[in-house]
């Protein structure tokens, strides 16, 4: 928070575009997520997809203080880390809708965008499945001395997986480049985390000498200073860091969860909605700020409105794949 | 006169479990988001409100973790079910299954055991991407210790399940789960299933169509297409991959003299090869071909909804094997 | 140390006789791997071992705090933990020369030693492969209402287990009865854990909930009163704990790990031989508490040399199981 | 005129990672006790002097937390090597290589990739018990997106690393840790050997034997007995069990109408399995008898020799199963 009052006072015009850019991102993965859903409804998505609404700070304010060739590993609610490190929309459509011009030729799927251009190792539907990867891209960058530095988002969930201690073990010990992202949403699947972690996360980091920290997932002014000062102490050499982002998701589990009151109550989800909404955060606070007005605001949701609208359309007319490409791309 | 209902697979799978908590308390089911949630299949619904937390244990996503537990539940007096919520995810727990449960027994020169049951889930065409589509049943049939079930009605889940529960060794039940809502006729009374017995689903007398899970259903598919061009097929499913009805495949084969055999699993080192292998070794001088095998596509299943489907064995290819083979 | 020099004061006797079987227990262990080391020097014993001398003081006075009744799971390096529970030693060498006498039929060998009557779950020769099985046997405990309470021996290398964690998280959740006791002898076969282990393994714990406490391993009084407080603890219901005793193995990493020099100073095995010998250490301190005088212990020392000789001849006459054998046991 | 040595097949192993990682920088090797210790089986030993603790990394005991840092570092840009001591404890990293090593490249398109090598250990009769003496190669066969090598000689361990380690995907190499004192020829100079290309280790005309890792010695010896009875025997080395050159192994069938699989993993749903039914689907009509498969007693690996001994299959048996073949 200081830091960012302090850098509005040095460059206000540069920092300016940068919320209005982090804020357009965010908008970007609400109106894509809220159009997967609308295909989910109409039945016009195979399968099921895992919305990120609600989350859009965490993966937009961390991926604002990378480099577009650092890398990220995602997970199985991977639409926004995938945005937000610069996927196109048109091609995350496609995939969704198994269509040959999606990111992965159709052969992914919602679980499994992944992307050399934009430095994203792939979304992974096994929980946490994807430490390895992240940790072992930490490995190339720090042998190849390229300065990348690799990005693991994971969910709280994902604390029950034995694979993250073995390689936060290794990070630590060889200082490797790379930051264990947890997105805590308080759920994994239809559970409460009440039930599933014991004691506290950030001492979890601790018991490998990680340095970890917590901060409020929905601010994403304070998920981007957060990270900004993470990356910039990784990417020096100092080793591993954990950063527990504090949020919650708006929708089900996945798109097909709609009877939730079983594991959550409608309040618990109307307060989040209504009070800790990331996007309506920051766009008030832009406007309390006088650094925007709400017109402005009202015309960056037109502009993406019509951008994802273009971009289903483009997907939903793209053809599938031909059945000859069913067995290529199994071996390189 | 017994009654008989149709209820669906998962149905069946449920009727079992709650069946065999209610006659031993020793039995419990762990797994995640079993309880309130009833699996993601929805299968265990209300089972925590009958038997409560302790026994409808949810668990942390910690695959590992449960089924090791399980194992040291079994050896200590409990009878474990774990719930591993896609089959895919048995590459998590392969040590808990294959280096401590199946070997416990033998390893312990008969002292220790294990009675426990794993649970999970097979089959593709969900749109559900390349890790949770798998049907790994395969690896598990290669490992002496475990044995290895594949329900393909919901009147065999039910009989099947009580019996690995009450087995003293550890049981891997695959369940399909594209076929939960599947309905069968269920007898209202209690029954259990052998291990080891294969279950003749149709009988014929020209090809046998030896079919496991949810490609019993594309057998029996296939061999109504084959009917009509005047082909009889017998369709046997074995049930139990492990241990195998060796016997009753072979006398089909010697009596058709031509065999099928499909499975969801990759066509390649999979449960096929072993089938086949065991008929051609018991049938050999009566076969007039060699027996075909049909498996899932050898590539990591897609998601794309046309291509996802061409990977899996379907009617049409066990009838194109079926006319090949007579033809 | 406070507590046990209190309970000398009011129970001097049964104290007395408690240090004295300590004592024995060691020196069997002792014994018996200095005879293990003989016979697969003298090429009699198939295979290799793990010997666990130096590190008697672990599992005696973790034991030594247990109802007969309760669990333990061991490690490839089991046969202390094995003895210390009470096992035969007949049965323990005919398991090690694979005779149909052992306690295994001679199916399992020197790294599957199990056996029901002692609450001896059974060695693992998967590192860190036992604590899911601890914790199981907790699990049951628990629901049973049988009081007992699961102790899983592992050593330090098993901390890189992502398993080990995974049932640390549930046991803390769950308040289950068991305590994971690590045996920090300061290598994984030949790597210094300097090399293999980040950060503190107290905060490994603490990470989970899970109270953890360190020891001189080499104090078998310090081992117990700390065993002793802890077990109880674990029995009365208030969740697992965590126990690192400060060990080190005099010998190899197994019996053919002669010339260890290039991992290990031959100064630093002197030290601890000379200064750190947990059998020495109790024999000394009996001596001067006048609590027993050099002929008693020389006295033990005669009687368990003949046990174990005793135990080695019965095992070495003993015959090997048939070839019937080879496929029974497979199913139960 | 080239210069040919006798080495062992640990040190012709240790030879292609040395010349390998001289040529190219992005290969490196991780596991336990690699470095100082040059692993268990002495195989690495000066690796790390040549090329420093970072190109012959020391890990933790954390097989699924290398084996992953592994794809990741492959994903990246290097071509690690992963070491995992035995192969029994592949069950620890069936996630990681299945799936994820296996699939990345087609669940991305076809846009990463994933070039790595997971080394392992198979083999029993070291008396050293159920959880250090499997082979489990079978399971990996079994999984599209890998290659999967098991070396029989020091020529062939050689030159299949050296492929395996250029090779764009994963490729589990498994070696035979009775082995390693075998000698060989291996030529001084450079060569490498292609996937999936069967060797004729020796000809014959009456039957014929295939065999893997450490069953070629086994045949060989078996070969030798027969010979003395007349018998001709011809031994086929499949070397790479994915791709499988079912083509060479088809066309000797054909040629001797009588042949024997002998593979040191588990007979049932094992490599035999597969190599039985592609032999008998390409030379059915060729045959004079069912293919005699024959692998490991079905039954975690005992301890106690005379038992171990018992489940593995030796020159005795396969000498047997080719005179009852041959009437
Ligand atoms: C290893 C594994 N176990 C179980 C699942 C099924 N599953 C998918 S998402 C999920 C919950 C994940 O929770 P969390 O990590 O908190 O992520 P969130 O969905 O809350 O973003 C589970 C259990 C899985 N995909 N992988
Ligand atoms: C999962 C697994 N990985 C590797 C090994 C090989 N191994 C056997 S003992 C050992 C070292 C264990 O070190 P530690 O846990 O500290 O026990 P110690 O031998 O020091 O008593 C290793 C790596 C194994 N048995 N299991
Ligand atoms: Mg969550
Ligand atoms: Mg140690």
Not at chain 1, 206 to 215: K, L, N, P, T
Not at chain 2, 17 to 43: H, P, Q, Y
Not at chain 2, 78 to 91: A, E, L, N
Not at chain 2, 174 to 185: A, H, S, T
């Amino acid at each position: 928070m200081a830091i960012a009052v302090d850098r509005l006072q040095t460059a206000p015009e540069a920092e300016i575009d940068q919320w209005l850019r982090m804020y357009r991102r965010m908008l970007m993965i609400r109106l894509f997520e809220e159009q997967v859903n609308d295909l989910y409804t109409r039945a016009l998505m195979p399968g099921l997809a895992h919305l990120y609404i609600g989350e859009e700070a965490v993966a937009v304010g961390v991926c604002e203080a990378l480099r577009s060739d650092d890398y990220i590993t995602s997970t199985h609610r991977g639409h926004g880390h995938c945005l937000a490190k610069g996927a196109r929309l048109d091609r995350m459509f496609a995939e969704l809708l198994g269509k040959e011009a999606g990111y992965c030729k159709g052969k992914g799927g919602s679980m499994h965008i992944a992307d050399p251009d934009t430095g994203n190792l792939g979304a992974n539907a096994i929980v946490g499945g994807s430490a390895g990867i992240a940790t072992g891209a930490a490995l190339t960058a720090k042998r190849m001395k390229t300065g990348r530095v690799a990005v693991c988002f994971f969910g709280d969930g994902a604390m029950g997986q034995g694979l993250l201690y073995e390689v936060m073990n290794m990070a630590s010990l060889w200082k490797l480049p790379v930051i264990y992202v947890c997105e805590n949403n308080l759920y994994g699947e239809y559970t409460s985390n009440v039930e599933t972690l014991a004691g506290d996360m950030l001492t979890r980091a601790a018991g490998f000498a990680i340095r970890g920290e917590s901060v409020d997932g929905q601010d994403v002014r304070k998920v981007h200073a957060a990270a900004t000062q993470i990356v910039e102490r990784v990417r020096a050499g100092a080793g591993p860091a954990f950063l527990v982002c504090n949020t919650y998701r708006f929708m089900g589990h996945h798109v097909g969860d709609v009877n939730r009151e079983y594991y959550r109550s409608k309040q618990e989800e109307q307060l989040w909605k209504t009070e800790r909404d990331p996007i309506k955060l920051l766009g008030d606070w832009l406007g309390a700020q006088n650094l925007t007005d709400r017109a402005r605001l009202e015309q960056l949701r037109i502009e993406v409105k019509s951008e994802v609208e273009q971009a289903v359309q483009f997907a939903l007319a793209a053809p599938y794949p031909g059945p000859d490409k069913v067995d290529q791309d199994v071996y390189a | 006169m017994p009654e008989t209902r149709e209820i669906t697979l998962g149905e069946a799978v449920r009727e079992a479990l709650v069946e065999e908590m209610r006659r031993d308390s020793r039995v419990f089911i762990c797994g995640e988001d079993i309880a309130e949630a009833g699996t993601v299949f929805k299968v265990l619904g209300g089972l925590v409100d009958e038997f409560g937390p302790e026994r409808v244990l949810d668990t942390p996503i910690s695959e590992a973790g449960f089924t090791g537990m399980a194992v040291g539940a079994a050896m200590t007096g409990m009878r474990p079910v774990v719930d591993i919520m896609f089959g895919d995810f048995s590459t998590l727990v392969m040590d808990q299954m294959v280096n401590q449960a199946a070997k416990v027994h033998y390893m312990s020169g008969g002292r220790w055991k294990v009675p426990m049951v794993m649970r999970a889930t097979l089959g593709a065409t969900r749109r559900s991407g390349a890790q949770h589509s798998q049907s790994l049943h395969a690896w598990f049939c290669h490992v002496p210790g475990l044995k290895v079930v594949l329900p393909a009605t919901p009147y065999d889940a039910k009989g099947l399940m009580k019996t690995a529960i009450r087995d003293d060794n550890p049981v891997v039940f695959f369940e399909d789960k594209m076929m939960y809502r599947l309905k069968g006729p269920v007898p209202a009374e209690e029954y259990t299933i052998p291990f080891g017995v294969a279950d003749v689903k149709r009988e014929g007398t020209d090809v046998t169509i030896v079919a496991t899970s949810s490609m019993v259903q594309v057998a029996l598919g296939a061999a109504k297409l084959l009917e009509a061009d005047g082909i009889s097929a017998e369709v046997i499913d074995p049930r139990t991959l492990w241990p195998l009805d060796e016997k009753t495949l072979v006398e089909s084969a010697k009596k058709t003299s031509r065999v099928i055999v499909v499975d969801e699993g990759y066509g390649r080192y999979g449960a096929t090869a072993e089938i086949a292998s065991a008929i051609t070794e018991g049938a050999f001088f009566d076969l007039e071909a060699p027996v075909k095998r049909i498996g899932a596509m050898h590539v990591p299943i897609p998601f794309s909804p046309p291509l996802e489907d061409a990977t899996v064995p379907n009617e049409q290819a066990v009838v194109a094997a079926a006319k090949a083979l007579l033809g």
